[in-house]
C-alpha cells in the first residue's frame, strides 16, 4: 500500500505539473458551463405544450386543430406524467381536455401553467389556445357560445438551462478524462519506454496501474464539486441532491470510461491511432446522449437505442440526483446499466491492454 501512495503522489505532481491538462480538465468545462450559464433561452419561441385528452375520440378534433398550430409543440400524456414535466420546467403549459368535453357543448378547459416565473410564455399560450377553442367550436356549433378556456397558476421549480446542463458538462468531462486522459497518456508512455522499464524496477506494473487509476479518480471528484461550487454559487444551480451519492455515480461512469482509455490504449502505436479511435466513441455518445440537449426530441427507435448508452445512463443519474434530488433506490437502473458497461469495459481493457 505504501508503494501505491507514493506511486498516487507521483502521478499527482506529474498531472499538476501538466499546465494543458490542468486548463482542460478544470478551466475548459467550466468555461462551457459559464457560457451557456449566461446565454438567455427564455425569449418566446415555439410554446411547449403537454395535452391531456381525457375526452378520447371527443377531444379528437380539438387536438388535430392544436396540433396543426406551428406556435405549439405538442405533447400527449397522462395528467401525472404532463404534470410532473411542468413542474420540471419542460412544459410551459398543460391542457386537460375533460372526459364530458363535447366540442358542441359551450363549457370551460383547464390549462395549467406558471403565471409568475413564465408570464410571458404563459399569456401567450393561453391566448392561442382561446383561439383555437373558438375555432373548434364554430367548426362544430356557430350558434352556440363558446368554450372558454381558464389558466390555473401552478408552481413549477422554475429550473433553466443550467440545471439542465451542468450535470451533462459533468458527464461529459468524466468521460473525456477517462478515454482521452488514458490513452493518449498511457501511449505516450509506451512510445517514451517508460512503461518498459518498470519490468526492471521492483515496482509491480499492477501498483503502477492502481496510482494511476486512483489519480485519475482524485482528479474527477475535485472537477465535480468544482463545478458543482461554480454553479451553486455563480449560476443559481438548482442543487438539491445528495453529493454523496452524485460523487459514486461519478466514480462508477469513471470506471467506465477508463476502462474505454485502457482499452484504446492498448491497441494504439502513436497518437495518431487514439484520436480516431476515441472519437468514434465519444463523439455518438456527445450528440445522443442527451448532455446539451433533452433526448425527447429524437425519434423515437433512435431515443430507445440511446438509453443503453453509458454516457446516457451516468448523464441521467447525475441529473436526477443533483435537480430531482433522487434517491439510491430512484437511480438504481443508472446504476444497473453503469456497472454493466463497468464490467464490459475493464474485461475489455484486460484483453486488449498491452505494456509495448
Not at 44 to 73: C, F, H, M, W, Y
Not at 74 to 86: K, P
Not at 119 to 145: C, F, H, I, K, N
Amino acid at each position: 500500500m505504501r508503494i501505491k501512495w507514493v506511486l498516487m503522489l507521483a502521478s499527482m505532481k506529474m498531472f499538476f505539473r501538466q499546465r494543458e491538462a490542468i486548463l482542460w480538465t478544470f478551466l475548459f468545462p467550466l468555461l462551457v458551463v459559464v457560457l451557456f450559464g449566461f446565454v438567455r433561452f427564455g425569449g418566446v419561441g415555439k410554446i411547449a405544450l403537454g395535452v391531456v385528452n381525457e375526452a378520447g375520440p371527443a377531444g379528437g378534433d380539438l387536438l388535430s386543430r392544436l396540433q396543426a398550430v406551428g406556435t405549439l409543440d405538442i405533447s400527449l400524456g397522462d395528467r401525472a406524467s404532463e404534470m410532473a414535466h411542468l413542474e420540471h420546467g419542460e412544459r410551459d403549459l398543460v391542457l386537460v381536455i375533460p372526459a364530458g368535453y363535447t366540442p358542441s357543448a359551450a363549457g370551460a378547459l383547464t390549462a395549467f401553467g406558471d403565471l409568475e416565473a413564465r408570464p410571458q410564455v404563459t399569456q401567450l399560450g393561453g391566448l392561442v389556445l382561446q383561439r383555437v377553442l373558438d375555432e373548434t367550436a364554430m367548426a362544430a356549433a356557430p350558434d352556440l357560445p363558446r368554450t372558454t378556456l381558464s389558466t390555473v397558476q401552478f408552481k413549477s421549480r422554475n429550473l433553466t438551462y443550467i440545471d439542465f446542463l451542468l450535470p451533462g458538462i459533468l458527464s461529459m468531462t468524466i468521460m473525456q478524462m477517462g478515454i482521452f486522459g488514458v490513452a493518449f497518456g498511457f501511449v505516450t508512455l509506451k512510445k517514451r519506454g517508460i512503461l518498459r522499464r518498470l519490468w526492471v524496477t521492483p515496482i509491480r506494473p499492477g501498483d503502477f496501474i492502481t496510482a494511476q487509476v486512483a489519480m485519475r479518480m482524485i482528479v474527477m471528484l475535485l472537477q465535480m464539486a468544482i463545478m458543482i461550487g461554480v454553479g451553486v454559487l455563480f449560476l443559481h444551480l438548482h442543487f438539491i441532491g445528495n453529493i454523496a451519492l452524485l460523487f459514486m455515480l461519478g466514480i462508477l461512469g469513471a470506471v467506465v470510461f477508463l476502462g474505454f482509455g485502457f482499452s484504446i490504449a492498448g491497441i494504439s502505436r502513436s497518437e495518431d491511432q487514439v484520436a480516431p479511435l476515441a472519437n468514434i466513441i465519444s463523439l455518438p455518445m456527445l450528440a445522443l446522449s442527451g448532455v446539451f440537449f433533452s433526448r425527447s426530441n429524437l425519434p423515437g427507435v433512435v431515443r430507445a437505442l440511446t438509453s443503453v448508452l453509458p454516457l446516457t445512463y451516468l448523464a441521467d443519474g447525475l441529473r436526477g440526483v443533483a435537480i430531482d434530488g433522487a434517491a439510491l433506490t430512484q437511480v438504481l437502473p443508472q446504476i444497473a446499466g453503469l456497472s454493466v458497461w463497468a464490467a464490459a469495459s475493464c474485461l475489455l481493457a484486460i484483453r486488449l491492454f498491452r505494456w509495448e
